[in-house]
């Protein structure tokens, strides 16, 4: 039983446009949200990550929007460029530290 | 900083043998190590974690006995496949985090690619 959804499973998406990928959870208890990028062969490395009290964080041409109540969050890539092109991987982990994986997006930026 | 660093990146054995993967933080010291497999265009899997002199806590299905996770230090951890399969055959990556973060950050290692003849 998947804790963490996501979707879309996959996005192609036109050089300098913005790439939108959307989770879901279930669990009030927890209580921090990274996202990671993988690479083909290679490990997840962190992208960004937020806590649920705050509602939005940006850093560089990645934001995360954390909606509360909803219990959803999504990662907007703003002027996605053909680098980007990857596997994207929401996450959730409560105070035990342990991380509940979402699907994955692929994503590939067209030149 | 914060480097994972695993070894070996790939590996082939046959059928019945065991390998050991390492997993090694560079520049600080994990308290918390864990196991994940990936399996091809799958998420990540998490396996088992492990504390540092400590007896690691596998996930449910995951059979103990058949993945040996060892934290003897706060810069290594290393998982034992005994008598691989072809159905051992993943991704195995590992990731740590330490007790002072003022985070839950893991972070990740590059991944070993198991293959069982």
């Known amino acids: 039983q998947q804790q963490v959804k996501q979707s879309p499973q996959s996005l192609i998406v036109q050089k300098g446009g913005i790439s939108i990928i959307n989770c879901a959870y279930e669990?009030?208890?927890?209580?921090?949200f990274p996202w990671y990028q993988q690479f083909p062969g290679k490990g997840p490395a962190l992208l960004i990550a937020?806590?649920?009290?705050?509602s939005e964080k940006k850093e560089g041409r990645f934001t995360i929007s954390f909606n509360k109540s909803a219990k959803q969050f999504s990662l907007h890539i703003m002027d996605s460029q053909p680098g980007d092109s990857a596997t994207y991987f929401c996450?959730?982990?409560?105070?035990?530290?342990?991380?509940?994986f979402g699907a994955g997006t692929q994503v590939v930026v067209t030149p | 900083g914060a480097v994972v660093s695993q070894h070996p990146s790939w590996v082939i054995c046959k059928s019945g043998t065991s390998v050991k993967i390492e997993c090694r933080s560079l520049?600080?010291?994990?308290?918390?190590m864990f196991w994940y497999r990936q399996f091809p265009k799958q998420s990540l899997m998490l396996m088992a974690t492990?504390?540092?002199?400590?007896?690691?806590?596998?996930e449910q299905g995951v059979e103990k006995d058949k993945f040996l996770i060892n934290h003897a230090s706060l810069t290594l951890s290393t998982l034992t496949v005994t008598s691989a399969h072809p159905e051992d055959s993943s991704f195995y990556i590992c990731?740590?985090?330490?007790?002072?973060?003022?985070?839950?950050?893991?972070?990740f290692g590059p991944g070993t690619r198991l293959t069982v003849l």
């Open positions: 990731s740590a985090s330490w007790a002072s973060s003022s985070t839950d950050t893991q972070y």
């Open positions: 669990n009030t208890a927890f209580d921090y």
């Open positions: 937020i806590r649920p009290d705050v």
């Open positions: 996450a959730a982990s409560d105070s035990w530290g342990k991380l509940q």
């Open positions: 520049d600080f010291q994990a308290t918390t």
């Open positions: 492990s504390n540092e002199g400590s007896k690691a806590t596998y």
